[in-house]
């Protein structure tokens, strides 16, 4: 059972985020302040919960958490800042969309940079052991998949419905097929170098 948050008797935000290892598309980053009270059995890492229930477990969230934030930093930002400094960005920009001052940031991962003063703690596999962290990566992750499910329309040939930009065989062969869209991240590997792109 993952615990409710890291501080007892302080607000803390869980944050989070998804698609750093994607070739293509936003980093998304999520933080979430849930009650004390907030208890879910279905509630875990992202990763690990079905797609079904991850749609199920954004609508609890969203309207039993206390505040959540989400924000996507598009791939010209990732390309120009790096894929760390994107995903802190992201996160920054999800907190500062919350209703009400977290007093405690407990952070999904090893790397962080200070937001405003406010402590923070850095959790490796976080999302599997705290629940607001754990509710942060259910939003970043339901958030960027229905984005790049949008964008799939744009450009269908890359199958982002199925793949949501991760670097598939499938998608790597159509980006060596079709070449690069407006949406991939061109200071990402695209192609292994036995498949090199005229870029």
């Not at 797609?51 to 010209?76: D, P, T, W």
């Not at 090893?110 to 402590?119: A, E, H, S």
């Not at 509710?135 to 970043?140: E, K, P, Q, V, Y």
Request: aromatic fraction near 8%.
């Amino acid at each position: 059972m993952l615990l409710n948050s890291y501080k007892k008797n302080v607000i803390e935000c869980g944050t989070d985020e998804a698609g750093r290892g994607c070739l293509a598309g936003p980093v998304t980053a999520a933080s979430v302040i849930l009650s004390p009270k907030f208890q879910s059995e279905l509630l875990n890492d992202s990763k690990i919960v079905k797609s079904g229930n991850r749609k199920i477990l954004k609508k609890i969230i969203e309207e039993e958490a206390i505040s959540f934030g989400v924000a996507h930093i598009f791939n010209e930002e990732v390309d120009k800042i790096n894929i760390l400094n994107a995903s802190i960005l992201g996160m920054h920009k999800a907190i500062t969309q919350l209703k009400v001052t977290p007093e405690h940031i407990l952070v999904d991962g090893n790397r962080f940079k200070p937001y405003l003063d406010i402590p923070h703690l850095c959790v490796i596999k976080g999302d599997g052991k705290y629940l607001n962290i754990a509710a942060a990566s259910i939003l970043a992750k339901t958030y960027r998949d229905e984005f790049m499910d949008l964008i799939h329309e744009e450009f269908p040939m890359y199958n982002w419905k199925q793949n949501k930009g991760y670097p598939t065989k499938e998608h790597r062969a159509a980006i060596k097929k079709y070449g690069v869209s407006k949406y991939h991240r061109l200071s990402f590997k695209l192609l292994p170098d036995q498949l090199k792109l005229d870029l």
